[in-house]
């Protein structure tokens, strides 16, 4: 016959296994992965400079300012991730690549994706085509075009910044990150 000081001793153990099941059964719905928004072969992005139409050396300029400007703002949201614009300029030699050069300059910083484009001057606007691809054979390429007024830096920089993030992010809900001069709209 079993000893009332025995039987509590195994109540007290069975109590204390049922409250760590039972804790780590919460702590691990608290702390699960959540699914990520993005597309999962978007979550380094590369930007590269902009290349621009002719030989514009302020829409070479301008080019880098933007792809830097979307790079940093990207950075900032949920589930993406950017190359430092640092490592990407000097690996280009501050210098717009093509396509062929961006996809093995994307694998040499390590990124999944990359974007690379071209800007023009159209009237009183600027006109900038963009190409999000995977780094994987075979990836899918996303082609934006955007255009925004030529006197705006900020506009030019935050619809190319929006686009890209149209591109990456999956589902209705996107995040709507503060660029240095604010929201993006």
Known sequence: MAEPEDDRKRLIVVGLIVALVGGGVVAAMLTGRRESKVNPAASLVAVFPLHPAGDDTVLARLGRGIAAAAALTLRDVPDVG?????A???????????????????????????????????GGRMRIELSLRSTARGGPAA??????????????ADSVTWAILRRLYR????????TAFGPIP
């Open 143 to 156: 082609e934006m075009i955007v255009a925004a007024p030529a006197d705006s830096f900020t506009l030019l």
């Open 171 to 178: 589902g209705h809900n996107m995040p709507r990150p503060r």
């Open 82 to 86: 950017t190359v430092d614009p640092s």
């Open 88 to 122: 990407v300029l000097a690996l280009t030699g501050a210098r717009a690549v093509k396509h062929e050069r961006a996809d093995s300059l994307a694998r040499r910083l390590g990124a999944s994706s990359y974007v690379y484009g071209e800007i023009e001057r159209d």
